[in-house]
């Protein structure tokens, strides 16, 4: 996967309800359901079911730390 792939499967799943799994440094999982909700140059941010905001940039997604839970 390159960073146009990841900026265009970002933004086929802009608005849905998913549920992501993020691993961070040191191993460190996070597991929360919400939906993308907006669209930068080099980021995109999800909007958490408990109303918070998480900043990823599409690296994130090409180096597999961020993904979606089915």
């Not at 929360?32 to 900043?55: D, M, Q, R």
Request: charged share 20%; glycine share 4%; proline share 1%.
């Amino acid at each position: 996967m390159n960073l146009d792939i990841a900026k265009k499967w970002v933004s086929d799943h802009l608005m849905e309800e998913h549920c992501f799994k993020y691993i961070g440094s040191r191993n460190q999982e996070d597991v929360f359901s919400g939906f993308i909700s907006k669209l930068y140059p080099n980021v995109f941010l999800i909007e958490t079911n408990n109303n918070a905001y998480k900043c990823f940039s599409y690296n994130d997604i090409v180096i597999g730390s961020i993904s979606i839970v089915s």
